[in-house]
């Protein structure tokens, strides 16, 4: 099959052809050739200038929900979660460790985590790269090359040893850990114990949690020398604080997510449909104020941000409405926002493709890689390599129609893939964008 188009590069955008073909073993597109020969007749497939082709996203912040007991198999599980994904345009991603049983924090929790994740790859065709828990407990980095998560702060799914009460806490055990790459969930306990009485879910939760956390977080990185990852920045000052450790060369990365980039709480304050489901937009960190989600757009279009990732965090309705869980679904929408972001927030698309692709990739491929060497069965899945608009490389697209103002019809209840089928751009869609 011929593909003529136009393609999101990592520098540009360039209009060339690709031809793919089917792969029977792995169940994808792979690309064989680019810049296919104009002799060979008219394509298969022809996009216009106004239509960009992104190489296909990945994600590098999801919750899976599944684990060996299968307890949470109700919310969502790999499989789904990976259905999820390819409809949202997402080809791969990085599942988060805050199970409420059996969390890969050792060797053979690994191992079981990596089961799972071999199981629904043969129906799906979908890499999923785990990330290992840090808690109290923990001995010291694998002889092999994994991403590491560290919880400075109770969120979901909590136990007493999994989340750290203070930094020197904290340090006595990334001490064991120089070298490793370690993505932190940073709301700084003491800030949440202190604020643990105020009445809305923002105010339990404040921005100075974040700041004092992640403030912590450098120090220590700079003291141990590891590679501290920021997950779902939301504040302006923890931004300011991320920008200015890169300033100094601390080999720091950070993350946005959809829902700090489009909601804030002016919004849910003023808005009366959201006013009475406010307990649905409980996330952790919280939805902030307009000024930090102005500030992490500005930065977000200076292509300042070094990865966007969803942070889905599925729970039932009854969980969100009724008991005020926190997170909720995004990668079925993952696509779709990307599609906001270019039309309503005239982000480049070469800024999007360096985020959504192009660095996630070299975030996730060396993970990916050290998984196939310790177990040899993924190997066998036959999966083409991701990130790059190359020979031998996947041939999945996101097709983006620059003219097209009407996308955002498409999202109904009906065709998400999430297990509990909800969004938050349900409750408030995407072409309410328009409004700002």
């Not at 690309?31 to 298969?44: E, H, K, M, N």
């Not at 949202?88 to 060797?107: Q, Y």
């Not at 136990?159 to 930094?167: I, L, R, V």
């Not at 069965?377 to 036959?382: R, S």
Request: negative net charge; proline residues 6%.
């Amino acid at each position: 099959m011929i593909v003529d188009g136009c393609f999101v590069l990592n520098h540009e955008i360039r209009r060339q052809r690709l031809s793919l073909h089917y792969d029977e073993s792995s169940q994808c597109w792979v690309i064989a050739d680019v810049d296919a020969s104009l002799a060979i007749g008219p394509p298969d497939w022809y996009f216009t200038d106004q239509q960009i082709l992104f190489p296909s996203f990945i994600d590098i912040h999801v919750h899976a929900r599944e684990d060996s007991s299968a307890t949470e198999n109700y919310k969502e599980d790999f499989t789904s979660a990976s259905l999820a994904a390819r409809n949202g345009g997402v080809s791969a991603f990085m599942e988060m460790p805050n199970n409420r049983v059996d969390p890969p924090r050792d060797l053979e929790s690994y191992r079981r985590k990596v089961f799972l994740i071999a199981r629904s790859i043969k129906q799906t065709s979908v890499p999923i790269v785990p990330y290992v828990l840090i808690d109290k407990n923990s001995t010291g980095a694998f002889s092999f090359k994994v991403p590491y998560k560290v919880y400075y702060g109770v969120s979901v799914n909590a136990d007493p040893h999994t989340s750290f009460a203070n930094k020197d806490e904290l340090k006595e055990v990334l001490a064991k850990y120089p070298g490793e790459m370690i993505a932190f969930h940073c709301e700084h306990p003491s800030a949440l114990k202190r604020y643990v009485g105020e009445s809305t879910h923002g105010t339990r939760r404040p921005p100075s949690a974040e700041v004092d956390a992640i403030h912590d977080v450098i120090e220590l990185a700079v003291e141990i020398g590891f590679h501290p990852h920021i997950c779902h920045l939301s504040t302006k000052e923890g931004a300011e604080l991320c920008l200015n450790a890169k300033k100094r060369k601390i080999p720091l990365t950070f993350e946005v997510a959809p829902h700090h980039l489009y909601f804030s709480s002016e919004m849910l304050e003023s808005e009366a449909e959201l006013q009475k489901i406010s307990s649905y937009f409980h996330v952790n960190p919280p939805i902030r104020e307009e000024r930090d989600r102005l500030y992490l757009l500005e930065i977000v279009k200076k292509g300042l941000v070094d990865f966007f990732a969803t942070d889905h965090a599925p729970h039932t309705l009854e969980e969100k409405l009724v008991k005020g869980f926190s997170g909720f679904p995004q990668l079925d929408t993952y696509g779709l926002f990307i599609e906001w972001l270019l039309k309503y927030e005239k982000v480049s698309p070469v800024i999007i493709a360096k985020m959504c692709t192009y660095a996630a990739c070299n975030f996730f491929n060396p993970f990916w890689e050290s998984m196939l060497l310790q177990f040899p069965t993924l190997q066998t899945l036959n999966l083409p390599k991701l990130g790059q608009i190359e020979k031998n490389f996947l041939g999945d697209f996101y097709i983006v129609d620059l003219y097209d103002k009407e996308v955002f019809s498409r999202l109904t209840k009906e065709n998400l893939k999430t297990k509990n089928q909800h969004s938050p751009f349900l409750y408030r869609p995407f072409t309410k964008g328009l409004e700002r």
